[in-house]
């Protein structure tokens, strides 16, 4: 292990558990419960995920305490087996932007000249769509399942990792460590490897979790719109659709789902805020050399345009 | 002007500031010395209020109130009318968005005095400054003309004594001679009075009265500033001599 | 500042031109044969002919696209599958109305967004800063598809206060018809003097404005809350200070125009992403805007209607980027200076 990888590690072994305020701690109390609700659902769902034509839009009640919905499945347990759903778009989403995003973003920071401008002139072109309108029109064009959603938006949240990642990349290209590497005569290839992908992955870990809870919602909407997930398959923004002509009649086919999308994307956003103040170099002063890489990385997510 | 008694300024448990006695009368100059981190600029702030996260104990009166136990709403009257602060990075204490006269305006008025073109271009030429630099933002003006300007704006309000922390630390050699120049000026033309931090024991030695000189918080001496500079009794003052040119 | 605008404006150029040839690649991915949309099931094999002649489809790919910048420029946007109108006057007519909505709750968000940002870092740490984050982060992340249908169903159907959809009541039509200049119905109608259908149509803009500001509102909150707070900790807000200014002051009067710059910036961000969000609610209105229109071309597969929508609205989002740079030189001077 070079010294850049154990201070990257470093890094974020320090940072990461050190949630600052209460308001953050009650964003990630939030968050464990519906990942241990939602992985433990086949478990702990008080019914199977079946329909029951015996107990059609029963209200809420001690049997069902959150009703059940027009085919007589209990909605807590469809709630439950929904957060496996979103969770996992969730995941998938992320993991999949991130590894493309930040390969080429870290790839266009330390290479520089003509490839980083191609790479950033693609980037610009892919974030001026609007997530959800990318989205919709790659859901036309493939057919409608979770799988879908996870390319549609997958499709248009890597540029905000390439412009994150790239910036932050070029200023570490510049470090005096990078700049002996490359003298000693170390492979390009390597080089990011070594130094330049681990300092990169801070600011990146905390883009991820600020985005968790906005590909939550995207995916809900898409759903909604019957353009992602597909009956039988349980997931919050599709039992709303389904709920939404028997709202006025039945409050908690809708109610319910919808609870747990805001609940759930307000759990990530509020994780993402903590996270990102924890890292903020204005919140604590003793921290500045840590923070840097996430300075530059706050300014550019913060910023709507690549500055160059 | 200012009575301070057995002032002590603390961080949690860390003490900052332990100033026993500072006076400064009528028209006098007085000076705090020592180096960065020696807890001279805290006592300054301290001395308005201005340090919000600190602990203050002691007594402290700025023309006649007592700023610890003073209702915050007196404590906004006499800042800048009466007591008025003067900054070290000059730039950077200018709202960059406020052109100087807007801001010169907005003091006036808060204080309820009269905002006149005239009122405002005779404190800009108090200080040597053109009028007409009164329509600039901050970042359009010298760092010389923002400092001075900052007195402008002391005089405009009528202050009987400026605060200032290393007021010509961020300014250029012969920049600070005009700052200098212009706080020697208003002392004799107008008897302000003035506590000026500084790390610069020549340019305290030329428009000091008297010094306190304060080392990681503490005031290890203090006196007429003829003799302290003339024949340092304490061995820290000796070496901040001994490490001018 | 001349080189800035004009490498901003060169920047914005090229981002179009990939954006057409995004928009070209996804409607050549559409499933389905345009020509055989166009001419029907029961079409003849030479009324399809004269389809695919009309759309040019049997162009090679390089050609169909050279054709269709031309066809761009020229202002021809295609014809739609569906309503067979120039997709062009279809978005003339969706368009204003959506930007009528996203307007409204924009003027919302900006309204209640920046007070109470101003509010929280007056207050910082303490309950009003609390109850702020709080709301503002909850606005961020509640589905407006859900909080619009909620709000309909307990303000326009239990309580009765607004109507439950549509732009404004559609027998005024015929009662004070409305002379259009803009297409923006609430505009027209007050340019015009036409009050019945004014006043109807901000009744029916109450619910989904408000359901549409959501998202905005909250994300102005926390900006402008996060901005005011580093001004406030600047220099010039102890200088402010020691002339006697009370905080409230420090920030409303020297503190928030520093700190407008980068919420305008969030502005143009988030005018475009409303646009997108206000699909979902106009699909739970009935809003005759964009979203309506897109929901509609998706369903019967209208390959130039998406297109058209797509084009449109990320040139609203590249434009509104453009602005923004130059309106930032406004309202900060620093920005001037560049």
């Known amino acids: 292990m070079t010294a850049a990888e154990t201070a990257a590690g470093g890094r974020l072994r320090r940072t990461l558990p050190r ?90 920071g330390y290479a520089g000249g003509w490839v980083r401008d191609v790479i950033m002139r693609v980037t610009d072109v892919f974030l001026a769509f609007p997530a959800l309108l990318l989205s919709l029109a790659l859901a036309v064009v493939l057919q409608p399942s979770v799988n879908t959603v996870v390319l549609a938006i997958a499709a248009t949240w890597w540029p905000w990792y390439t412009r994150l990642s790239a910036s932050v990349a070029a200023s570490i290209a510049t470090r005096g460590y990078v700049d002996a590497a490359r003298c000693l005569g170390v492979p390009a290839p390597l080089i990011i490897l070594r130094h330049v992908l681990p300092n990169s992955l801070t600011p990146v870990l905390v883009q991820l979790s600020l985005d968790a809870g906005g590909v939550i919602l995207t995916a809900a909407a898409l759903s909604y719109l019957g353009l992602g997930a597909q009956e039988p398959t349980a997931e919050w923004g599709l039992m709303v659709q389904q709920g939404q002509t028997l709202f006025t009649t039945n409050w908690w086919v809708v109610t319910f789902p919808g609870l747990a999308i805001l609940v759930t994307a307000f759990a990530f956003n509020v994780i993402g805020e903590g996270l990102r103040n924890a890292l903020d170099p204005r919140s604590g002063g003793a921290r500045q050399e840590r923070a840097k890489p996430t300075s530059a990385g706050a300014a550019a997510t913060m910023s709507t345009r690549v500055v160059k | 002007m200012i009575e301070v008694r057995d002032l002590r300024v603390r961080y949690g448990t860390r003490v900052v500031a332990d100033v026993p006695v500072l006076d400064v009368g009528e028209g006098e100059c007085v000076a705090i010395v020592g180096e960065s981190g020696s807890g001279k600029s805290t006592t300054l702030l301290s001395l308005l209020g201005l340090t919000p996260d600190a602990e203050i104990s002691g007594q402290i009166r700025v023309c006649g109130l007592d700023v610890r136990t003073a209702p915050p709403r007196r404590l906004r009257e006499i800042r800048g009318a009466r007591a008025a602060l003067v900054m070290q990075s000059p730039q950077a204490a200018l709202s960059p968005a406020t052109r100087l006269g807007v801001l010169m305006r907005r003091a006036l008025r808060l204080h309820g005095r009269e905002a006149t073109e005239q009122i405002m271009s005779e404190a800009m030429e108090a200080v040597l400054l053109d009028p007409a630099l009164l329509r600039r933002y901050p970042h359009e003006v010298s760092g010389g003309q923002a400092q001075r300007f900052a007195i402008a704006l002391a005089i405009a309000l009528g202050a009987e004594v400026i605060l200032a922390d290393e007021p010509t630390s961020a300014l250029d050699v012969t920049v600070q001679a005009e700052v200098v120049g212009v706080l020697r000026r208003l002392r004799a033309e107008r008897g302000l009075a003035l506590l000026l931090v500084s790390h610069d024991l020549a340019l305290v030695s030329t428009i000091a009265d008297r010094v306190l000189v304060m080392k990681d918080g503490v005031v290890v001496e203090s006196g007429a500033a003829a003799e302290v500079l003339a024949a340092p009794s304490h061995p820290y003052t000796r070496e901040l001599l001994e490490a001018l040119p | ?91 003339y007519l969706a368009f204003p109305a959506s930007l009528e909505l996203v307007g409204a709750a924009l003027v919302i968000a900006v309204l209640i967004g920046i007070p109470i940002g101003v509010l929280a870092a007056r207050y910082k740490t303490k309950f009003p800063d609390f109850g702020v984050r709080f709301t503002s982060m909850l606005a961020v992340s509640v589905p407006v598809f859900w909080l619009a249908l909620a709000m309909q169903l307990v303000f326009a159907g239990h309580l009765g206060w607004f109507p439950i959809a549509g732009e404004y009541d559609s027998s005024l039509d015929s009662t004070s018809p409305l002379t259009l200049w803009t297409n923006i119905t609430i505009v027209d109608a007050l340019i015009t003097g036409n009050w019945p259908i004014f006043t109807s149509t901000l009744e029916h803009l109450v619910l989904p404005a408000l359901v549409v500001a959501a998202y905005p509102t909250g994300m102005i909150a926390q900006m402008a809350r996060a901005a005011l707070i580093e001004e406030s900790g600047q220099d010039h807000a102890r200088l402010e200070r020691a002339l006697g200014f009370g905080e409230t002051s420090i920030l409303t009067r020297f503190a928030l125009r520093p700190a407008l710059s980068p919420v305008l910036s969030l502005i143009a961000l988030v005018f475009a992403y409303s646009i997108v969000n206000g699909f979902l609610v106009e699909a739970v209105f009935n809003w005759p805007g964009l979203g309506r229109y897109a929901a509609e071309s998706i369903k019967s597969l209208d390959t130039p209607a998406i297109a058209g929508v797509t084009l449109l609205v990320a040139l609203v989002y590249t434009t509104a980027n453009l602005i923004v740079d130059l309106l930032q030189g406004v309202v900060d001077p620093r920005a001037r200076a560049r």
């Open chain 3, 1 to 91: 500042m001349a080189r800035y605008l004009a490498r901003r404006l060169g920047q914005a150029l090229l981002v179009v031109a990939g954006v057409v040839m995004l928009t070209f690649a996804v409607m050549r991915l559409v499933p389905g044969d345009p020509a055989v949309a166009f001419a029907g099931p029961k079409a003849t094999p030479e009324q399809l002919a004269a389809a695919r002649e009309r759309f040019g489809l049997d162009d090679p790919i390089p050609l169909q696209f050279v054709n269709y910048v031309r066809d761009l420029f020229t202002g021809d946007w295609g014809t739609s599958l569906r309503t067979r109108q120039p997709v062009r006057d279809d978005l």
């Open chain 1, 19 to 108: 949630i600052p305020d209460r308001f953050a701690a009650f964003g990630a109390a939030l968050i464990v419960i519906v990942v241990v609700a939602s992985i433990l659902a086949p478990w702990i769902a008080p019914y199977p995920d079946e329909p029951n034509p015996l107990e059609l839009l029963r209200p809420p009640s001690a049997a069902h305490w959150f009703g059940t919905d027009q085919v007589g499945r209990d909605v807590l347990t469809r709630i439950l087996y929904g957060g496996r759903t979103s969770l996992f778009i969730a995941v998938a989403v992320l993991a999949v932007s991130a590894v493309a995003g930040v390969t080429l973003g870290v790839v266009a």
